[in-house]
């Protein structure tokens, strides 16, 4: 079956850091570039961070620059978030997306901007809950 799955969510204390995991099964990420989506109750889905199949272009939204690295292994065929001083508007079900075709610095910011295309896989969400 051919899916992306998500792990690593948890619930934090403010400051706190978890390291969300985005796993492919069935298929290689190697030529696919991957966004982090985050979609809180009651608001819009986000775009958290983005980066192209090399690795060479990443994107992170203003809220978390600083705080998270997205990076991969494609030798794992996975894609992490790391996310460092997490706080409590970090509080979100985490989502990977991934797709084809985004590639370079200005393409992976567009990837992130567009929460709700339909990309190849999704994953089914890991739950980031940041509270004291």
């Known amino acids: 079956q051919l899916q992306l799955v998500e792990s690593g969510g948890g619930l934090v204390q403010p400051g706190g850091s978890l390291r969300l995991s985005c796993a492919a099964s069935g298929f290689t990420l190697n030529y696919y570039a991957i966004a982090w989506f985050r979609q809180a109750p009651g608001k819009e889905r986000e775009g958290v961070s983005c980066?192209?199949?090399?690795?060479?272009?990443?994107h992170y939204a203003d809220s978390v620059k600083g705080r998270f690295t997205i990076s991969r292994d494609n030798a794992e065929n996975t894609v992490y978030l790391q996310m460092n001083n997490l706080q409590p508007e970090d509080t979100a079900v985490y989502f990977c997306a991934a797709d084809r075709g985004w590639e370079g610095v200005s393409t992976v910011q567009q990837m992130c901007g567009t929460p709700n295309f339909k990309y190849d896989y999704w994953g089914q969400g890991a739950q980031v809950t940041v509270s004291s």
């Open positions: 980066i192209s199949s090399s690795g060479s272009s990443t």
